[in-house]
C-alpha cells in the first residue's frame, strides 16, 4: 500500500481505472492531492527483457543482482559521457535504466552488487578520483550514494558484496593502510564489526552473502593449508567457522551466496589445478558436488530455503539445479515451457534469483551483438519456503491536464502492478 499525504486538500475524486493506469478527475480548491490508497494484485505473466543501458557512449550493462521480492534489478552500466567509465544502476520494469549517481563526491566509475527488499537500500563500490582502491557505499533514495568509512575503525577501503533482506546490514571486506583485509558486517547502530580470520597468520578474508536477518555470513578466508581457501560461515553465536576442505579436490573453494534463511551456501570449488565446479553446503549435511559431467561450472545464487540453485559455466551453460530435477537447461525454460523468445541472445549467465524462484537477473550478449544485463519472470516457481513480504508498490503520479481558472485537475496515477483497488 502507497499513500502520498500532502498539507491540504479540498473537494472530490473522480477515478478511472484500467490496468495499471489510473486517472483521477478532481475538483480542488488549490493544488493539493489528497492521500491515495492503492492496492494491487500480482500480475503473473511470464518474460524475458534486456534492461538496456544509459544513453550514450557505447553500449554496456551488466546485471549483479535482483531483489529478494524480485521487483528492483541492480548493477553496471557505461556512462553518457565516456565510453571506459562505468556507473552504478537500478532498474525497474516502471522506471527503467538510471544511474545511482555520486552523492556529490569525486567518483571515477561505481557498480552496485546488491538490492535490499522492494529496492530500498543498495550496497557496492566506487572507485575515487586519482585511487586505484574501491570505497565500499550504501545507497538509499533519500540520501543517495553514501561512502562507508570508519578511520578510527581501521575502516579506509573496501567493497560491499550484499545487504540483508530489510537492508540493515551489510558484508563485505575492508581494510585500511595498516590493516589487512577482513570480512566485515555494518550497520547504522553499531557500524563496523570485524568478521576475523580463520588463520591466527591473520591472512585475508572476505564476507559475500548474508541470510536475510543478517544473522549468518558467508565468505572465505585464506587458511594456510596447501592452496589455503577455505569457506566459512559467520553467526552471532559462534562468530566465524571454516567449513573445511571440499571433497575429492584441492583446498580451494569460494562461496558466491547464501540462502536467506541461512541454511545453504553455493559457489565454485577447485577440483583440479585448471579445473572447477559447483559446490552446495548445507547445514547438517556438509558438502555436495552435483556437477562433474559439464567441466568448469560456478553456481551464483540460490532461494530463500536454498531449494532452487542458479549455475552456469562455458559447457553446462545457464542452469537451475534442485534435489527433485537435477540441472535444467535455463534457456530451455524460458522457450519450451514459458514460450518465451529469446531469439538472437547468446552467452546468457544467471547472476541472481529471488528469494521465490520466479525472478532472475544475468547478462549476456543481446542479438545486436552488445553485452546487456536481463531480467526474467518464471511465474510458477518449484517449491520454495519462503515468506511471504507485505508489498508496497512502487507508483508515480503526475498532472495529466490542470487549468488555473477552473476548479478540476487531472493526474495519472501510474503503477508497478494491476491496480485492483483505490480509496481516497
Given at each position: 500500500m502507497s499513500s502520498l499525504h500532502p498539507p491540504l486538500c479540498r473537494g472530490f475524486i473522480r477515478c478511472y481505472l484500467s490496468g495499471r493506469s489510473l486517472v483521477l478527475i478532481m475538483a480542488v480548491s488549490g493544488l493539493f492531492l489528497s492521500s491515495v490508497s492503492v492496492s494491487s494484485a500480482h500480475a503473473q505473466t511470464a518474460s524475458f527483457q534486456g534492461i538496456g543501458d544509459l544513453p550514450g557512449g557505447i553500449f554496456d550493462?551488466?546485471?549483479?543482482?535482483?531483489?529478494?521480492?524480485?521487483?528492483?534489478?541492480?548493477?553496471?552500466?557505461?556512462?553518457?559521457?565516456?565510453?571506459?567509465?562505468?556507473?552504478?544502476?537500478?532498474?525497474?520494469?516502471l522506471g527503467g535504466i538510471v544511474p545511482l549517481g555520486d552523492g556529490g563526491m569525486s567518483v571515477t566509475r561505481s557498480l552496485?552488487?546488491?538490492?535490499?527488499?522492494?529496492?530500498?537500500v543498495i550496497v557496492g563500490q566506487f572507485y575515487p578520483e586519482n585511487s586505484s582502491s574501491p570505497v565500499a557505499f550504501r545507497?538509499?533514495?533519500?540520501?543517495?550514494?553514501?561512502?562507508?568509512?570508519?578511520?578510527?575503525?581501521?575502516?579506509?577501503?573496501?567493497?560491499?558484496?550484499?545487504?540483508?533482506?530489510?537492508?540493515?546490514?551489510?558484508?563485505?571486506?575492508?581494510?585500511?593502510?595498516?590493516?589487512?583485509?577482513?570480512?566485515?558486517?555494518w550497520n547504522a547502530s553499531t557500524g563496523v564489526t570485524w568478521l576475523g580470520w580463520l588463520s591466527a597468520n591473520l591472512l585475508d578474508s572476505f564476507a559475500y552473502g548474508t541470510s536475510a536477518d543478517g544473522s549468518a555470513i558467508c565468505g572465505l578466508s585464506f587458511s594456510g593449508d596447501e592452496f589455503g581457501v577455505e569457506v566459512f560461515r559467520w553467526t552471532e553465536a559462534d562468530g566465524i567457522v571454516g567449513l573445511g576442505?571440499?571433497?575429492?579436490?584441492?583446498?580451494?573453494?569460494?562461496?558466491?551466496?547464501?540462502?536467506?534463511?541461512?541454511?545453504?551456501?553455493?559457489g565454485q570449488t577447485r577440483v583440479s589445478a585448471s579445473m572447477e565446479e559447483i559446490f552446495i553446503w548445507r547445514e547438517g549435511t556438509g558438502y555436495i558436488l552435483p556437477d562433474s559431467a559439464h567441466g568448469y561450472s560456478v553456481a551464483t545464487s540460490t532461494t530463500h530455503d536454498g531449494s532452487i540453485v542458479a549455475a552456469g559455466g562455458p559447457t553446462i551453460g545457464p542452469v537451475l539445479w534442485d534435489d527433485q530435477n537435477g540441472f535444467r537447461n535455463f534457456a530451455d525454460i524460458l522457450t519450451d515451457d514459458y514460450g518465451l523468445d529469446i531469439d538472437g541472445w547468446s552467452a546468457i549467465s544467471i547472476a541472481a534469483v529471488s528469494a521465490d524462484g520466479t525472478t532472475f537477473a544475468g547478462e549476456g550478449i543481446n542479438p545486436d551483438g552488445n553485452r546487456e544485463g536481463w531480467f526474467a519472470r518464471l511465474p510458477v516457481p518449484s517449491a520454495v519456503n519462503v515468506p511471504t513480504p507485505v508489498p508496497r508498490h512502487r507508483f508515480s503520479v503526475t498532472l495529466a491536464g490542470a487549468n488555473p481558472f477552473v476548479s478540476r485537475a487531472a493526474f495519472r496515477l501510474q503503477s508497478d502492478e494491476n491496480l485492483s483497488d483505490v480509496r481516497a
Open positions: 550493462s551488466r546485471a549483479y543482482d535482483i531483489s529478494p521480492d524480485g521487483s528492483v534489478v541492480v548493477g553496471r552500466s557505461l556512462d553518457t559521457t565516456a565510453t571506459s567509465s562505468y556507473v552504478a544502476i537500478m532498474w525497474t520494469e552496485a552488487r546488491a538490492v535490499s527488499i522492494n529496492g530500498e545507497w538509499t533514495i533519500s540520501t543517495g550514494m553514501v561512502a562507508l568509512v570508519d578511520t578510527a575503525a581501521g575502516f579506509e577501503r573496501g567493497q560491499a558484496f550484499d545487504v540483508s533482506s530489510d537492508g540493515q546490514y551489510i558484508v563485505g571486506v575492508g581494510s585500511s593502510s595498516i590493516t589487512p583485509n577482513q570480512a566485515f558486517r576442505d571440499v571433497p575429492g579436490g584441492l583446498f580451494y573453494a569460494i562461496p558466491h551466496g547464501i540462502s536467506e534463511d541461512g541454511t545453504t551456501i553455493v
